[in-house]
Structure formats: structure tokens, C-alpha cells
């Protein structure tokens, strides 16, 4: 459906509430499709394709508020569920920081045409997506020392949202998104190494080749073969590219407002504190073009742009919706999310980093002796003190240079040193929502042999 076509049913949903006895309310409806081809040894191995469309309630009676959901676009079914919303808003707890944006507040752009999310062809055929599936897969196996592709596939999704609200906004945008991927294995039994190399945009003909998906993906798990573990010691640590935006995604949970309201973060005491190394500056961009996690106006209707979170190392602000704003007697920094079945909650989308003067080879070269981390897996990280420790996987560097594959090991530190003592390379694909290169951090403990 259009955008156009979901905005009945979000106007029907706030003329029932309001019937219903709500003070105010906002409606979401989404509108999916989604498919997903996946091959094994040169068949097809799995199919799926759903659609649907999801409608979801907020109302407020009073300071009390209530989300209900549905699949159903039914009349009646519209009005059970403002009767319903309303019923268990006047159950609720109070909550006085609940409510709608002011209308002064509202964003003027009630579309995403500016941002470019949505490919205007048609959808996929899903014997086109098999046979980028197929593709993937036959190109990773031409490379010697593959033993098996363990997964090939191609997916594809288009989404349509509207909100509307009793305050006057009214806005909706579309996004899709495609995507190859494959997994390979290099060896046997115990010995056996997996790697992995995948693409995603939101327009098809900016996605990558699926021979040179596949082709990535085998370079990389041949890379791995002969893995063990590294010493044990405190030695730098290089965050590849590919994984170094979790890095940075812990410092963006610790400044999300709403960790800050509750008293449960590190960085709680750090507004207009430095946390990167000076010169350092970490941008969030909801209007990039082409990029999954932009947005013309956020989940309340507020009108999204550019915010510096971190100016030349010195942490600026929280991530806000109105709600946290109000807990924290401070604007809302338009960054609230919502799904159909809960209430907004504030969230960063696209994120740069700055990039720094070499390539990831230079950030090697400077490391000298260490650790260089292409995947990792768990996770135990103290949100109240930082303290640090992940499962990791990569590569042993000697002098500059890369001297053997390495696995089973972990890494430990606290988040407040190695962020503030970070190093970024200029190596970050422009085209990710979070943009961010790899990363050099000194000092941490590796527990392996």
C-alpha cells in the first residue's frame, strides 16, 4: 500500500479513541512485505515471503497511558481496540511525563522522498533472488580451501509506515531493503573455520555483485584456517571495520536517555565530559540518503537533523524523546522510535564517527604487537561501570604485519579508557547506518593460551 492508502486507517483509529473517551492519541500503521531465499549445495534449502499490514493505538486519559495492536483492518476491530486502550489507560499508573508534542513542535516534512529509502521498481522475483543466492554460493566454492558453503542467500523487504496523532501531525514514508549474503567453511572436524561476508541497501542496483559476496566471504574464512589461540597478556587491540561500530553502539546505550533517567549508566556523571580522544566527534545523521536507518521526522513527529553527540571528544548530550526529555527537564533530541504495540523510545539511527589518517594496514602498523578482532560473540559488559568483556576471534600481528589466525580468546577493559583512548582509521563504507572505521584501543587484557 501507499502512504496515502494507510492514512484512513490511522484516522480511524483516532476518531474511535476519541469516541472512546481518550484526551489524546496517536496511531501507527505499517504496511510489510519481506522475502527471504536461502540455497544449500546448489538447490533451493528455504523460501519465505510474508506480508501484512499491523496497526497500533496510543491513547492518554489524562496522565495515564495505554498501547494496544491488531493485524485486522476491520471497522469494528478499530473500535474495539480504542474501547480497549481507553479501558486500560484508566487502570494505568500515573505517568506525568506521558503526552503528545506540542503542535509548535511538530516537523513541517511529513514525507521520506528527500532521503531516497525506497527502490521504485517492483518487487523481486524470487527465482532472480534464488539464482543471487546460487550466485553467492558457487563463487565462494571456486576457492581453494572451501570445504562447504554452510549458507547462501538473498532477502528482500519493503516497508510503509504512517503516524498520525490528535495533535495534527500526519506523515508517512516508505523504505526497502535488499540483501546477499554467505557463509563458508575452510577445513574439517575440530580444525573446521567459518567466515562470512554480506551486503544490504535499500536500492537494488547499489547492491554488491553476489560473486563478489561470495568470493569475499571464502577470502575471508581461508584466512582463518590454522587458527589458535593468542598469548595471554595486556597488548592493543584493532577493532576491525566490520565489527567496530559495536564499540561505538556501547557508548550510544550509555548516553540514551533512557539508561540516564534510571541512575543505570557509566556515563551518567560525563555530560560535558570528555569520552573520545580530543578532535574526535561523533555525528548522528538522520537525513543521509540511501540509508536504512534514516528519517524525516521521528516517532512523535518531531523534526529530525544533524546533532553533534560528541564535539572534538566532549560528550554534548543524551538521546532524548519527549518522555526521557521531560524526566531530565530537557528538549527531546527527536530521536524517539516506536513499534505498534509500545509507547516511543528514544533511539540513535545513523552514526558517524570521524575518520582518522591511515587505512586500517596503518592502524596495524602503528599497533606494531597485538590483536586485530574481525568477529566476536558474547557479551559481559556492566552498564553501571563499564566494565568490559567479549568473546573474540581475528588475527595475531607482529610487527606491523598479519602472522596468524586466532580464535577462543577473550577481551576485557572498561569502556571509559578504551574510548577515550581510541585511534580510528579512515577504512568506514559510507553506505551503513552506523559509520564508523576500525579502531585502535591500547591496553587491553587477552585471556588465550
Known sequence: ???????????????????????????????????????????????ERSEGIELGLRVLVGQRQACVSASDTEAATLTEMAERAVAMARLAPEDPYAGLADPDQLSDVRDGAALDMEDPGQDPDPARMEDMALEAEAAALKIDGISQVSTAGAGFSRRRIYLAATNGFAGGYGRSDFGVHCVAITGEGTGMERD????????????????????????RTVARAGARKPPTGTYPVVYDERISSALIGHL??????????????????????QVLPKGLSLIEEPHRPRTSASRPFDGEGLPTADREIVKDGILTGWTLDLATGRKLSMPST????????????????????????????????????????????????????????????????????????????????????????????????????????????????IAGA
Open 334 to 445: 527527536a530521536s524517539a522510535t516506536r513499534g505498534t504495540g509500545a509507547p516511543p523510545s528514544p533511539t540513535v539511527g545513523n552514526a558517524r564517527l570521524a575518520a582518522g589518517d591511515v587505512d586500517r594496514d596503518g592502524l596495524l602498523a602503528q599497533m606494531g604487537t597485538g590483536l586485530l578482532i574481525t568477529s566476536m560473540i558474547g557479551s559481559s559488559i556492566n552498564a553501571t561501570t563499564g566494565d568490559y568483556s567479549r568473546g573474540a576471534a581475528g588475527f595475531w600481528v607482529e610487527n606491523g604485519e598479519i602472522a596468524y589466525p586466532v580464535n577462543e580468546c577473550t577481551v576485557a577493559g572498561n569502556l571509559r579508557d578504551m574510548l577515550r583512548g581510541l585511534v580510528p582509521a579512515n577504512d568506514a563504507r559510507g553506505h551503513l547506518s552506523r559509520v564508523v572505521p576500525s579502531l585502535l584501543v591500547e591496553g587491553l587484557t
Open 196 to 219: 562470512y561476508y554480506g551486503d544490504a541497501r535499500n536500492h537494488l542496483s547499489d547492491l554488491m555483485a553476489p560473486e563478489e559476496v561470495g568470493r569475499l566471504a571464502a577470502e
Open 1 to 47: 500500500m501507499t502512504d496515502t492508502a494507510l492514512a484512513p486507517f490511522a484516522q480511524a483509529l483516532l476518531e474511535a479513541a476519541t469516541r472512546a473517551g481518550a484526551d489524546a492519541a496517536d496511531a501507527l500503521v505499517v504496511d510489510g512485505t519481506s522475502m527471504s531465499i536461502g540455497v544449500l549445495n546448489g538447490t533451493l534449502e528455504q523460501a
Open 252 to 273: 550510544l546505550s550509555a548516553t540514551n536517555g533512557t539508561s540516564i533517567a534510571r541512575g543505570a549508566s557509566w556515563a551518567r556523571e560525563l555530560l560535558g565530559e
